[in-house]
């Protein structure tokens, strides 16, 4: 099959989460598979000094009611079989530091700015002439591609394709004022309930969910969880009158990159038949934080985004009760400056139990993976999640909260690999540690815990292959 990926982050060329990893990831299993794949991706700030990129000797220039936009089609080939293709547009994507805002907030032109990935990614695969049976869309950035081939390339060999729509966060859905129809010439007859209109507004995501004709999310659980009003965000509804539509594939994890066996970021390496390299993981990882050494307590780490989703504000209200035992914590991430502060306090109230880093460092976040006895994930909600796959994989215990994602790979209970918690309280997640207290306290029953975890195989093969079995469905209907 000839696919074509679009997606608004493709790791490594740009990432703000786990949708650049599985854009990055998934194309490259299903090139290993045999498929021929493009990837089509905005050229930001950030991708100008990689040096991969060629030119393709295609520009494009497309015209809105708001004016003419373009720029140059880059190529970056990473095999035989799978492609990146970039869109440049100094307008959209030059001199900007995030990918869809800053300090300042949201960027106020983010309805171009992805209006012109959608036409332009349709527009590229056109003048490049790959014609995919499949165009495989991620997130709200992408929601206007299957309104575009229907209304804009009827007629053309691109109209043949059949979109999959691929929803990573259904909490963030692109929704910007009515006059963005007018803005970007759509028609009006789409502004309804049944298309593109969400409490008189346009909703990209929207779009991607009514118009695609597969609908995929990076869960089973989540793919249940977001057919109801708790976690539907307004659109349980749609979802459910398109429930035949949907389906839930797990999300993989790079294999390579998250294997302690041969992890370079570690100062020690180790693996299920011998453990003695995590010890000297976790000595690093105080010492990296300035922590003491000696003794024997337990380390409890986060490597988050910190936001609301990710429970930090209840891990802040529960902590400094559970620091009253013999026990460390570690976190490294950024977000939410409140958050952020509320970590550095807790730092400075038990700087020789805790430590904080605040930033993006995959060192570090390697060394937290590695060097933790148990791995913290409090989340109100999670379509997916990867850190606890890679806890798993490196023998550290997860402690997560049991909804999407979570609840598909961390397995609880006496033969468990994992703690699982149910309530999002205080009372729920302080009994969990406890439990991991008491774990840790017999190294026979906690080595049968790692043990276990780290025999899981979460790489991308087996998803793969279900999207493989799906795209084929599409194409032989």
């Given at each position: ?82 492609e990146v293709l970039f869109l440049e547009n100094e307008a ?213 985004r910190l936001a609301w989703q990710k429970g930090v504000d ?164």
């Amino acid at each position: 099959m000839k696919i074509l990926f679009i997606a608004s982050e493709v790791t490594p060329f740009s990432k703000t989460g786990g949708l650049g990893d599985v854009a990055g990831a998934l194309p490259t299993a299903l090139a290993g598979l045999g498929h021929d794949v493009k990837i089509v991706t905005p050229r930001y700030q950030d991708v100008r000094n990689t040096g991969h990129l060629l030119p393709t000797g295609q520009s494009l220039v497309l015209r809105f009611p708001f004016g003419e936009s373009g720029g140059p089609i880059l190529s970056a080939r990473l095999t035989e079989r799978l492609e990146v293709l970039f869109l440049e547009n100094e307008a959209f994507y030059g001199g900007r530091k995030g990918l869809y805002g800053d300090a300042g907030g949201e960027f106020a032109d983010n309805p171009r700015r992805f209006a012109y990935l959608c036409v332009g990614a349709l527009q590229a695969a056109q003048r490049l002439r790959f014609f995919p049976d499949i165009i495989h869309l991620h997130d709200w950035q992408t929601g206007l591609v299957p309104v575009a081939l229907r209304r804009g390339f009827q007629g053309t060999p691109l109209a043949k394709a059949k979109c999959v729509f691929t929803i990573h966060n259904l909490a963030y859905q692109g929704q910007f004022p009515k006059r963005t129809m007018e803005d970007l010439g759509l028609p009006w007859d789409l502004f309804t309930p049944e298309g593109v209109e969400f409490y008189d507004h346009v909703n990209y995501l929207k779009a991607g969910l009514v118009y695609s004709e597969a609908l995929t999310t990076v869960s089973p659980t989540y793919a249940r969880e977001i057919q109801t009003p708790e976690q539907g965000y307004g659109l349980d509804g749609l979802l459910r009158r398109r429930s035949h539509a949907l389906t839930g594939i797990l999300n993989g994890i790079d294999s390579h990159e998250w294997n302690p066996q041969t992890d370079a970021f570690l100062p020690a390496r180790y693996g299920p038949d011998d453990m003695t390299g995590k010890a000297m993981c976790k000595r690093g990882l105080l010492e990296r934080f300035g922590l003491p050494t000696q003794g024997n307590a337990p380390v409890f780490g986060i490597v988050s985004r910190l936001a609301w989703q990710k429970g930090v504000d209840l891990l802040l209200e529960t902590l400094p009760a559970a620091l009253q035992a013999d026990l460390k914590f570690v976190a490294v991430g950024n977000g939410d400056p409140a958050l952020e502060a509320g970590l550095q306090a807790l730092q400075a109230r038990f700087p020789k139990q805790v430590g904080v880093h605040i930033g993006f460092d995959p060192e570090l976040s390697h060394l937290v993976e590695a060097g933790a006895d148990f791995f913290l994930m409090p989340s109100r909600y999670e379509p997916c999640g990867l850190n606890q796959m890679y806890s798993l994989r490196y023998g550290t215990v997860p402690i997560v909260r049991a909804t999407g994602g979570l609840v598909d790979t961390v397995e609880g209970g006496l033969d468990g690999n994992g703690i699982l918690f149910e309530s999002f309280h205080r009372s729920a997640l302080l009994a969990a540690i406890r439990r991991a207290l008491s774990l840790y306290a017999d190294p026979g029953r906690l080595g049968d815990f790692q043990v276990r975890g780290m025999g899981k195989d979460f790489s991308w093969a087996a998803s793969a292959r279900k999207y493989e079995a799906l795209f084929h469905s599409l194409v032989e209907e």
